[in-house]
């Protein structure tokens, strides 16, 4: 395969139309992660809320530390590097704590999080 394309314009139409086939599976699955990823932050919206009511920690490391040892193992079935999954749990993860620090704090100071919360940056940050 050369290296020296630019786009797809002078490839073989069969490639093209290949190409074209998987990218449309990729957006597809892009869209079902993200609607997946809202969905999973809408519940744990409700979470922090309900810890912030409660006075309970935003963060839970020994559920934590379940969720990852879980998702090792399906990433393995599924054959998907294990190391990845986990990456992408505590990225994920990270920006949930984030929010139910912001919940907490908002629910201590009003809806305005404290000046001098010491945090360290999140993911996308
Ligand atoms: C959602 C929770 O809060 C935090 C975020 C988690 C997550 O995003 O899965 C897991 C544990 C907690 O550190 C929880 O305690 O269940």
Redesign the pocket.
Known sequence: MTTSHTGTGDVDPAVREELARLRDSIDNIDAAVVHMLAERFKC?QQ?GRLKAEHRLPP??PA??AR?IARLRALAENAKLDPAFAEKFLNF??AE??RH?EHIADAAVNGSTPSANRTTTASPGE
């Open positions: 744990t979470v963060a839970d559920r934590e969720q994920i993860i949930v704590i139910h």
